[in-house]
């Protein structure tokens, strides 16, 4: 199936269908390869690739190109960004094995396969799949699955709250809770509350359209009035929160960056029985006043090690979003770490930081 010569290897493939994909639209996918192994030369002609250069790095690039043909045969459809987070995963598990090799752990857990976390489906719905598009994406929805309570922390662009909103749909769907319950603290990023137009319904509602947004990609816009009217999902600010024990409930808090430690914790003690909560933000974009501690900061310090409870951190190379996002959250990363000390208190926007109590 691949004749191999010295220094080289063919893989050939019989379907001209699979051989199109594998190329990508512009040639993209197998240019990623190139790109990711600049040892290695690839050659294609006809229905063969044909791969050339030392002997490890061509084993490693007809690996991914393998995987990426498991990947294609599990219903995902190549990409770029597909290729490109595929290699990432492998060179993940080459370091894996490299350091456990080093430390002489015979037992040192397998690290996943492209295709076991590029092929996971969160949910099917009006004609698309919704998928984790990175490791820690996957780990992020492993979590969810897995415990009561999940912080999903990260920057802007990684799927912290499609995801968490895509399983909370699934739930539904699936008859693990009666409802869904969305809602954010109405914190201002720059406007005054009061200086928009309408009433309390009209002034709240800029601050819920990302949820409705999300909300509206993955249920029939005709049905969501209905499940609204019926109480089947909610999307409410924050403050209607207090006072409630939410059962039988997917709940999710968006923004959370913007709460409060006393917010925060009104909000966890709401979980009632057979619910889920998921709580998503990132402590780097935080708009509340100044000297006022994040409750999404303090969570962490106050709740991690608690059974049932998850801390997912997602990073620049969870970004699903163009390519420059990433780069832009790199950047804005590097310049904190010069301009706010070790130890000091919560980064605020531009740098300013916060108040350490």
Avoid: W
């Amino acid at each position: 199936m691949e004749p191999r010569v010295s220094g080289a290897r063919v893989i050939v493939i019989d379907d001209s269908a699979e051989m199109t994909a594998l190329m990508g639209s512009g040639d993209g996918v197998m240019k990623e390869i190139e790109r990711g192994f600049g040892t290695v030369d690839v050659h294609v002609r006809g229905n063969e690739i044909t791969l050339t250069g030392p002997d490890a790095d061509v084993a490693a690039a007809a690996t991914a190109i393998e995987e990426l043909r498991s990947v294609l045969a599990a219903g995902v459809p190549l990409t770029a960004d597909v290729a490109r987070e595929s290699m990432r995963i492998l060179s993940a598990t080459r370091g894996v094995a490299a350091a456990a090799a080093h430390a002489g752990d015979a037992a040192a857990p397998p690290a996943s396969r492209p295709v076991e976390v590029l092929a996971r489906s969160v949910l099917s719905t009006r004609g698309r799949t919704i998928r984790p598009k990175t490791h820690g994406q996957a780990e992020y929805v492993q979590a969810i699955e897995n415990h009561t309570v999940t912080f999903g922390i990260g920057p802007a662009g990684t799927g912290k709250t499609y995801l968490a909103m895509a399983q909370a749909v699934a739930a539904l769907q699936a008859k693990k809770v009666n409802r869904i319950v969305l809602t954010r603290p109405a914190v201002e990023a720059g406007e005054r509350l009061g200086f928009l137009p309408g009433g309390l319904n009209e002034k709240i509602d800029p601050y819920l359209r990302p949820l409705y947004d999300a909300l509206h990609d993955m249920v029939d816009p005709d049905s969501i009035p209905r499940l609204m009217e019926a109480g089947t999902i909610e999307v409410a600010p924050l403050a209607y929160m207090r006072g409630r024990t939410l059962n039988d409930a997917f709940v999710i808090l968006d923004e959370a960056q913007n709460t409060t430690r006393e917010q925060m914790k009104m909000f966890l003690t709401r979980l009632g029985f057979g619910s889920t909560m998921v709580v998503t933000g990132d402590v780097t974009q935080v708009d509340l006043p100044g000297g006022t501690q994040s409750g999404l900061r303090a969570s962490r310090e106050i709740l991690e090690g608690i059974d049932d409870i998850a801390f997912c951190e997602l990073n620049a190379d969870d970004v699903v979003r163009h390519r420059l996002v990433s780069d832009i959250i790199t950047a804005y990363a590097k310049l904190d770490e010069r301009t706010v000390p070790r130890g000091g208190g919560q980064r605020r926007r531009l740098g300013h930081q916060g108040s350490s109590s």
